[in-house]
């Protein structure tokens, strides 16, 4: 079968398409066949290599699939050949307190699946092992395209928003990259609570796709000054809660964008990590600070029932074939993706 794997760090250059063994299943894994698989930011790191994250080669990146199982291990219940899934891309040990708990994204174990080197590789492939538990029914009304696009970004939307900052009716809250992965899912996720949100983009064809998928106000990063917005969306209040993950860049606006009293919940450092805080913002006017990684399974869940319902939709802009990753991850870097990327594989279809 054919992968996208790199032996070394570096820019697109190291990925490449090629042949490699199909994977062994254990008794609680399913084999999949990748009809298609999205990209994400998590792969670029992986590529290039960050501080801090050990990547062992080769590495076939991917977090996001979804296909038809062709093979289930002999401890598997629940799942058969021929059904139709997403895969969620949290892995843990699944015998800790934490996992018990339903609070698996606390498993020391806990990995994202393609990105922290772990037993499993990832999802740039035409076959993947993945133990059953994080397979979930693919939604029916939903493209193989649109259904692989949804489970990393969508999760870790819903937990930032839902499960950390609780947004309710009525909130403000200001997402930046609004026309990215997770920007499109928290825009839809912010309407779905009724809440407001406050899309900030860098051009207004971005702005335009978040407008249509539900934000009220929007803010051209380029053009305006975003604080300024703020306060004449928000009538000098500032916002509930700032959805926050490009980091550096962005971290000194968003510290004073909030409320008092208003939530920062923080998934990413696109652009740095060493985000300026000036600490009297954080305690006079007592802003909570909230870490958000991925989701679980059961937030996954929850989240899919309103993609089954219409509410919460992907937003896909461009589909190439899997050979073509690279050219994909340039337009991430460049900042000029629009929703998701999706990778096909050759040869094995979509619909
Ligand atoms: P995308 O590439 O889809 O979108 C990111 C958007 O962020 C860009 O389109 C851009 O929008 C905006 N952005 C980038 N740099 C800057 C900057 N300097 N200033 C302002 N805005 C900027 O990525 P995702 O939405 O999928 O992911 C975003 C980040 O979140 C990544 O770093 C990713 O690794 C991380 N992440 C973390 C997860 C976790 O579980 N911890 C899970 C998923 C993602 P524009 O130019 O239009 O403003």
């Not at 063994?21 to 894994?29: G, H, L, Q, R, V």
């Not at 693919?138 to 259904?147: C, D, Q, T, V, Y």
Request: proline share 4%; aromatic share 6%; net charge neutral.
């Amino acid at each position: 079968m054919k992968a996208v794997v790199f032996d070394q760090h570096g820019g697109i250059e190291v990925l490449q398409y090629r042949e490699v063994a199909e994977p062994d299943i254990s008794p609680n894994d399913v084999l999949v066949r990748v009809k298609a698989t999205a990209c994400n930011y998590n792969d670029i790191w992986a590529r290039r290599g960050m501080a801090g994250l050990a990547v062992a080669f080769p590495h076939i990146s991917g977090s996001d699939a979804a296909g038809e199982v062709v093979k289930v291990g002999s401890e598997v219940r629940g799942v058969k050949a021929g059904d139709e899934v997403v895969v969620h891309c949290g892995v843990s040990c699944r015998q800790c307190e934490a996992c018990a708990a339903g609070q698996d994204v606390f498993c020391r174990d806990f990995r994202i699946w393609g990105f922290q080197t772990g037993p499993l590789d990832g999802a740039h492939s035409e076959l993947i092992r993945i133990p059953a538990y994080n397979v979930v029914p693919k939604p029916e009304n939903l493209s193989w395209e649109e259904a692989s696009s949804l489970p990393l970004v969508l999760v870790t939307a819903w937990r930032k928003l839902v499960t950390r900052a609780q947004v309710k009716p009525g909130d403000h809250v200001l997402i930046w990259g609004a026309a990215g992965g997770l920007g499109i899912m928290a825009i839809q996720i912010a309407r779905l609570f009724k809440a407001r949100p406050i899309a900030v983009a860098s051009s207004d064809d971005k702005l335009e796709v978040c407008r249509k998928v539900g934000a009220e106000f929007l803010i051209n990063r380029k053009k305006q000054d975003i604080l300024e917005e703020v306060r004449s969306i928000t009538a000098r209040r500032g916002v509930d809660i700032v959805f926050e993950h490009p980091g550096e860049a962005t971290w000194p606006v968003s510290v004073q964008a909030v409320r008092r009293g208003g939530t920062i919940v923080t998934s990413g450092a696109t652009s740095g990590y060493e985000g300026l805080t000036d600490l009297r913002h954080i305690f006079f006017r007592q802003i909570t600070v909230m870490g958000s990684t991925l989701g679980s399974k059961a937030e996954l869940i929850q989240a899919m029932r309103f993609v089954e319902t219409g509410d919460i939709k992907p937003v896909v802009s461009e589909v190439l074939p899997l050979r073509e990753v690279g050219e994909a991850q340039l337009t991430m870097e460049h900042s000029e993706v629009l929703g998701k990327i999706v990778l096909v594989p050759d040869g094995n279809g979509s619909r």
